[in-house]
């Protein structure tokens, strides 16, 4: 009897140890932050040039971290944006975007949240989640409603949300000690954080900030920070510095903001950027709140942080002013990655390397150690931390699908050049099918279209074949429907107008924009 039990207990030894060492592999997984902003443009911290702000968190992660100079959303609207950093994809192949639809639960299930849930990370969300998840894109709930449930913590909202905390239902208790959202978040967040490294579990938070979105409502408590700040403009601010650029950018929204938003007034431009730097302020106060608790938990040496915007700003350059059309103040934003682990290895620095939202969740999952899926377009950027001049990519596609026909476009950024074709033809309004080209290396405002000039003839060639590998990936991968089918037709640069408007108007027929989504 006794030697049959000591048998046993022999026989359990190595997998109670094996147990154990899973047990604290696990605890020694990497936490992960992910703070995303809405509307940042990529100009507005000190490591990215911008002499006129105060962000001393952000700066402090960008001390502590690298810098991504060239980073772009792939697609530059909140919707769209926001479906891509989740399962690391194209739009086309979200099938997701204002007027589309919502994004299908299986593509869902191939979320970066989810998929960290599945190897026992502890999951949180808080902020605008910006997309719903539905079969059908007529009988679809609100945003969030349905990923909520998929969340170990949730503080997040419907549609825009709003900057008063009290506002929010999920973040209302928060309201007494943070009348302001941003701040709020910054409070649930480390909630979240206490409540894992009690349970001695990994942690994942996506913080999605409605700042500085629109409607402008800085936090009060911030009033004093721009009060007298003169704030610089970009070389190519105004009207004048947009007249070259195709007809086709003049026929959106983002044409009258410039008047309607006061861009162009001296004094309402200053007070309009001191309100909009205000409310990154507010950002970078909660941020600022989570790094001290990191501290105090005596894990910031074990969590990575990610920040990184939803798209970026045009803020007057080139006359215009909102987002969406794919000139750089509108699809560039910052991308800062604080990973404290292996002090050995670079992680610290600049980097000119070109990366993607849709990057974000790869690299995501690659610091959880956990497999991204096939599916992905995204790329890990962990090899770029490692050595600041590796490449992950060496292309961009920039998709233009919202809004106007006349507005939407098709472009692929590379490390020099930006390839941008408008399909749309209407010669009453003379509007015409048009190739925009821009050396971003000599010319980093979009100044001057070198399409026509017969010195970038090689280069011009050179992007045209990238543009169309890109078309070629979005025809045999892209969705089936939301409308994304005839996308294959107009944006291929080879097809006749005629052509081209007869699919336009039988797409119209077959799915009913969602206007008011």
Known sequence: ??????????????????????????????????????????????????????????????????????????????????????????????????????????????SFPL??????????????????????????????EVAKSDFDFWVGGPAQTHYKTAKNKSLAKYAKAYPHSSRAYGAATIDFMRESVANKQAFCMSVFFKAPHRPVQP???????????????????????????????????????????????????????????????????????????????????NTVIILSSDNGYFNGSHGLGSKVLPYEESVRCPLIIADPRDKKVAKKGNTNTLSANVDIPATILDIAGVEIPKEYDGKSLLPVLDNPKK????????????????????????????????????????????????????????????????????????????????LAHWKNEGVKYNGYEKYGVLFDRELPWQQKEKTLKEGKKKVKPIRNW
């Open 1 to 110: 009897m006794k030697n049959s039990i000591l048998i046993v207990l022999i026989a359990a030894m190595p997998v109670l140890g094996t147990a154990q060492s899973k047990s604290n592999e696990e605890n020694q997984r990497p936490n992960i932050i992910f703070f995303f902003t809405d509307d940042q443009a990529y100009d507005t911290q000190k490591a990215y040039g911008n002499p006129d702000v105060k962000t001393p968190n952000m700066d402090k992660l960008a001390a502590d971290g690298m810098v991504f100079n060239r980073h772009y959303n792939s697609t530059a609207i909140c919707m769209a944006s926001r479906a891509n950093v989740m399962i690391g994809q194209y739009e086309y192949k979200t099938g997701c975007n204002f007027e589309h639809g919502p994004m299908k639960p299986e593509k869902w299930k191939q």
């Open 115 to 144: 998929l960290l849930k599945e190897a026992g990370y502890k999951v949180g969300f808080g902020g605008k989640f910006g997309f719903s998840i539905a079969e059908d894109r007529n009988n679809h709930k609100e945003e969030g």
């Open 219 to 301: 936090d009060p408590m911030f009033d004093h920070i721009y009060k007298d700040t003169q704030f610089r403009k970009l070389p190519n601010y105004g009207r004048e510095a947009g007249k070259h650029l195709a007809a086709h950018s003049r026929t959106g929204r983002q044409y009258p903001r410039f008047v309607e938003w006061g861009y162009s007034e001296e004094e309402t431009y200053q007070d309009a950027l001191r309100k909009y730097n205000q409310l990154i302020y507010g950002v970078d106060y909660s941020i600022g709140m989570v790094l001290d608790e990191l501290k105090k938990l005596g894990i910031d040496d």
């Open 391 to 470: 490449s992950v990519r060496t292309s961009v596609p920039i998709t233009q699908v919202w809004g106007p026909d006349t507005t939407h476009c098709f472009s692929v950024v590379d490390q020099q050049y930006k390839y941008v074709y408008w399909y749309f033809e209407d010669t009453n309004n003379d509007l015409h099918p048009t190739e925009e080209l821009f050396d971003l290396k000599k010319d980093p405002f979009e100044m001057v279209n070198v399409a026509t000039d017969k010195k970038y003839n090689s280069a011009l060639k050179k992007m045209r074949i990238k543009y169309d590998k890109q």
